[in-house]
């Protein structure tokens, strides 16, 4: 069974600054897909961004981007330039290619943003 | 955002007594979940619906039941609720189970305490 791992519980960071969570994730598939999704304390779970294990560019979005390193099985989130409203509980995903789309999460980290 | 609603939002129960929670959609997606949040874990699925009638179970489903009789609205049921079963509960859906571009989308989350 696939398994996802977040090894920081919390994470802080100064407003303005970069900050990089990580995540490695087990399979032995080799087409698959990642996310981000990030939980405010609304408790809405809203998606960040997401990879295609085929692809070999890290996907990017505005201030955010990871660094997918697949024979690692790596997949970091690096937030530049954080901003208060990044505050929340992030959550890695992994989902098989194959199959009913189910997603594994991690296990959450908790970002604070010091002003 | 997508149009996912959750019934109840919040809900206090005794141990024993058998409850429903209601996710309904106006995506029309086919695919649906329902997920338990709690500390430490993320989110874990417990059961999820390909179609009308059609579910399959999920990595937690012991002491759960679902229901599907309508594209729109896919029912989960405790039979008979345990202070375990004290969770945060997110319906998710999708279009499909397969593709490339496929995300799951999160509705606001039930928060529900037996006591």
């Known amino acids: 069974a696939q398994t996802v791992t977040q090894s920081q519980p919390e994470m802080s960071v100064q407003e303005a600054e970069t900050v990089t969570l990580s995540c490695t994730y087990d399979?032995?598939?080799?087409?698959?897909?990642l996310f981000w999704y990030k939980q405010p304390p609304s408790r809405q779970m809203i998606l960040v961004i997401r990879?295609?294990?085929?692809?070999?560019q890290n996907a990017t979005e505005n201030r955010f981007s990871v660094n997918f390193q697949k024979a690692a099985k790596s997949f970091s989130l690096k937030i530049s330039d954080s901003q208060l409203g990044d505050a929340a509980m992030y959550f890695c995903?992994?989902?098989?290619?194959?199959?009913?789309?189910?997603?594994?999460f991690g296990q959450g980290t908790r970002l604070t943003i010091n002003p | 955002d997508a149009g996912i609603t959750q019934s109840p939002r919040h809900k206090v129960t005794e141990t024993g007594t058998p409850v429903t929670l209601r996710c309904h959609q106006t995506?029309?997606?086919?695919?649906m979940y329902w997920y338990r949040q709690d500390p430490g874990h993320g989110l874990r699925l417990i059961h999820y619906s390909y179609g009308v009638k059609d579910t399959d179970k999920g990595e937690v489903s012991d002491g759960y039941s679902v229901s599907r009789s309508k594209t729109e609205d896919f029912l989960l049921t405790l039979e008979s609720a345990t202070s375990s079963q004290t969770s945060v509960y997110f319906c998710?859906?999708?279009?499909?189970?397969?593709?490339?571009?496929?995300?799951?989308?999160f509705g606001p989350g039930t928060r529900l305490l037996v006591l």
């Open positions: 995506e029309n997606h086919r695919y």
């Open positions: 998710a859906i999708s279009k499909s189970g397969t593709g490339l571009e496929e995300t799951q989308y």
């Open positions: 995903a992994y989902r098989a290619d194959q199959g009913a789309q189910k997603l594994v």
């Open positions: 990879q295609e294990a085929y692809k070999q």
């Open positions: 399979t032995s598939e080799s087409d698959y897909y």
